[in-house]
């Protein structure tokens, strides 16, 4: 079946340290994939996403590149601020023969940036 | 600029009370869907629509409902609320045609159950 798999966190970094964070799904061929973000107290927005195969992403200093061959979309960034903490879902689509579709979701992955 | 609104942030509910969660979205959207988000566990899809008195169950169904009499409004239900069910609720709407599969989130509603 489909599903998405996250590094667990939290993940606690120093302002201006470099981010890493990894994904990795099980998906039968090459589904869209996504990263949304959830900062404290809101709802969760979209990040970044890819629609195909070696695609990269990016937004916000923030990149993720489609890899078919390791089945992985990792998240990246430079230089992280305070304000980047928040929680990371990595997510596939999986699309129905009605012509529907569905987000399948990651764990999450908690970062927290200090000063 | 695209906006999902929630009925409520935050719901304080008895065991056995019935609950009503409402969802709207000003985008036009076809396809609307409801999530619970728990610690550990990411979100889990409950219902989808994708479209107006359409539904579909999504892995976690049990225990909830939903309705959808107009394309911008999609509710949850929960017919007895139980302690188990007290979390945050999310709800999304996305257009789900031409390729564009993004979706919108609202800002939640974390139910307590007592």
């Known amino acids: 079946g489909n599903s998405v798999t996250q590094m667990e966190g939290p993940v606690t970094l120093s302002e201006e340290a470099f981010l890493t964070i990894n994904c990795t799904y099980t998906?039968?061929?090459?589904?869209?994939l996504f990263w949304y973000v959830q900062y404290p107290g809101e709802g969760l927005q979209l990040l970044l996403k890819a629609t195909k195969a070696d695609d990269k992403g990016s937004n916000k200093g923030f990149e993720a590149t489609y890899r078919k061959e390791t089945t992985s979309f990792h998240l990246e960034k430079g230089s992280v601020q305070v304000s980047d903490s928040a929680v990371y879902f990595c997510?596939?689509?999986?699309?129905?023969?009605?012509?529907?579709?569905?987000?399948?979701f990651g764990a999450g992955t908690r970062l927290a940036v200090h000063p | 600029d695209v906006k999902v609104t929630q009925s409520s942030r935050y719901l304080v509910k008895r065991t056995g009370e019935k609950v009503f969660l409402e969802c709207v979205q000003d985008m036009d959207h076809e396809n609307m869907f409801w999530y619970r988000q728990d610690p550990g566990l990411g979100l889990r899809l409950i219902y989808f629509s994708y479209d107006v008195k359409m539904k579909e169950k999504g892995d976690i169904p049990e225990g909830y409902s939903v309705s959808r009499e107009k394309k911008e409004r999609f509710s949850l239900i929960l017919e007895s609320a139980s302690t188990n069910q007290t979390s945050m609720y999310l709800c999304?709407?996305?257009?789900?045609?031409?390729?564009?599969?993004?979706?919108?989130f609202g800002p939640g509603t974390r139910l307590t159950v007592t």
């Open positions: 997510a596939l689509i999986r699309m129905f023969s009605g012509g529907y579709n569905k987000l399948i």
């Open positions: 998906a039968t061929g090459y589904p869209s």
């Open positions: 999304a709407s996305s257009p789900g045609q031409g390729g564009n599969y993004e979706q919108y």
